[in-house]
C-alpha cells in the first residue's frame, strides 16, 4: 500500500456503526484467492456483501451507499472511518488492511480493536485510534446531525478532536509505529535506515 507520512488528518467521516464488524465483512473470504497487490482491487471490495446485493446492485440504506457518505476518500473528504466496537474482530487475514487502505481510508476510530487486525492496519499505513466509548458515541452523535462533520487527528500531539463540539481525547500508540507512520517507513525501510547502526553493532 501506498506509502504516506502522517501528521494530521482532518477530515469528513464515514460512520460505519457495527460492532464486531469482523473481516469477513471488511473483505469477503473469496477475495483472499487473488495474489494481486492493487490497492483499488481490494478498495473496490472493501464491505462489499454489505454494499452491494448478488447482483451487484447497491444496497439501499447501507450507509456506505448513503449519497452524503458515497463520495469517494480524498484529501478531508472520509479520509476517517468511525467503526463500532471491536473493530476487525475474527480471522487475522491482512487483506482487510489491505481493503481500508485500498479505500483510501488513512484513519479507523473505535472504542476498541482486534489486536491483529490493528496491527495490520499500522503496517498498510492507517491510523487506529481507541477513544472512550462516551467520545465514540458523541462523534456518531455529531455525525448523524450533520455528515460534514469534521475530526481532526493529530498524531504528533496524539489527540483525536471532534471538531462539532470542541472536544478532544489523547490516543495511544507504540512508539515504533509512530515514528514510522510519520516518516512513512515499513518495517525494511527502519531496517535499512538503521543499517550503519546495525553493522557497527555486529562489528563488536
Not at 502522517?6 to 473469496?30: G, H, W
Not at 472520509?78 to 481493503?99: L, P
Not at 446531525?145 to 489523547?170: C, F, M, R, Y
Amino acid at each position: 500500500m501506498a506509502k504516506q507520512k502522517f501528521n494530521i488528518v482532518k477530515s469528513t467521516c464515514i460512520p460505519i456503526a457495527i460492532d464486531n464488524n469482523n473481516t469477513d465483512n471488511i473483505i469477503p473470504a473469496r477475495y483472499l484467492a487473488f495474489t494481486t497487490r492493487d490497492p483499488k482491487f481490494y478498495g473496490d471490495a472493501f464491505m462489499h456483501d454489505l454494499r452491494y446485493d448478488a447482483n451487484d446492485k447497491p444496497i439501499e440504506g447501507f450507509v456506505m451507499n448513503k449519497p452524503e457518505f458515497s463520495e469517494a476518500p480524498r484529501e478531508g473528504i472520509h479520509e476517517i472511518i468511525v467503526g463500532g466496537k471491536n473493530w476487525g474482530s475474527g480471522s487475522s487475514r491482512e487483506h482487510a488492511a489491505w481493503a481500508i487502505a485500498g479505500y483510501g481510508i488513512r484513519v479507523v476510530i473505535s472504542s476498541s480493536f482486534a489486536d491483529i487486525h490493528r496491527n495490520n492496519l499500522l503496517n498498510c499505513f492507517v491510523l487506529p485510534v481507541i477513544v472512550s466509548p462516551e467520545f465514540q458515541a458523541e462523534l456518531f452523535d455529531s455525525i448523524e446531525k450533520d455528515s460534514n462533520t469534521i475530526v481532526t487527528v493529530d498524531l504528533p500531539n496524539q489527540t483525536v478532536t471532534n471538531e462539532a463540539t470542541g472536544h478532544s481525547e489523547k490516543f495511544e500508540i507504540n512508539g515504533y509505529k509512530k515514528y514510522c507512520l510519520e516518516n512513512a517507513l515499513d518495517d525494511i525501510d527502519f531496517l535499512l535506515e538503521n543499517q550503519d547502526k546495525i553493522v557497527e553493532w555486529e562489528s563488536k
